[in-house]
């Protein structure tokens, strides 16, 4: 695994001049010249990137999938989240690079500032690149408007940079949320019918047994059956529901439980282990938490 630490590194690997400054920097995609090293094979940068492109048509892998950038395409990396791209890739980026921008910044540069703390809640970070964000032309203005302020704010750099970049960064990533939140109401229709495919994985995981081999359902499994990272799926999930994708899994739960309980002759604890819970007692706690009643008196309230 190859480990890109630093910008200056990094802008190295791109043909880039040095970073006027080592904790932050904007580039322009048009700029990059990537060079052809086995470094690209397979790494991982230490620091957060926000790109925004459009007109580029080549592709970059990252993990098992391949992404197309088009027009008015936002991503979002955290460190440490493994890419790679072969010498193909690399020539086709290089003679069809298109246009854009890419923000840098590393974890240091967010020193004490409420936002090093603050970012961890920015889910988008680790979604994978086939959720991007597709952006209007007004939006597209709005987030290079705030990457203009940014370049030209450590053009000279004092006391007062930090601060003032931190600022435009947090301001690009509340507006992130609010295009990804549209974007999910814009594509309500094939939200829905993920919705409606992550209900029927978790009937079957329920009827087919599936709880008794392998235990409670998580949200890392339904991700990975409906293709989609697990923060991805609960923020959609959250914007079209108002709950995430943990506590549709939980009311699901409860809804077995009480199917099991009203229409069965099962003990509570063998109805603990069909759902998946490996002690009675957590069940009984997970079922009282959720409904105020133990799952006993819940049984005898039908009788």
Known sequence: MNIINSISEYHQLLSLPEPLHPLVSIIQVADTHIMETDV????YINFYSVSLKRDVSAKVKYGQQYYDFNK???NFLAPKQVQSLSISDIRLINQECGQGYVLLFHPDFLGRHPLAASIKNYGFFSYALNEAL????KEENSIIEILKKIDEEY?????????IILSQIDLLLNYSIRFYERQFITRKFVNNDLLIRMEQLLHRYFDKGESLQNGLPTVEYLAHNLNLSPNYLSDMLRSLTGQNAQQHIHN????????????SNLSVA???Y???FEYPQSFNKFFKKKTDISPLEYRQSFN
Do not use: C, N, P
Not at 40 to 43: A, D, G, N, S
Not at 155 to 163: G, N, V
Not at 252 to 260: C, D, N, S, V
């Open 72 to 74: 008015g395409v936002m």
């Open 274 to 276: 069909q759902l998946g």
């Open 252 to 263: 699901k739960m409860i809804e077995k439980a009480k199917e099991y309980l009203t229409s």
């Open 134 to 137: 597709h952006i209007s032309e």
């Open 40 to 43: 690209w094979e397979q790494f």
């Open 155 to 163: 053009q000279h750099i004092d006391r007062h940079t930090q601060d």
């Open 270 to 272: 063998e109805i603990a």
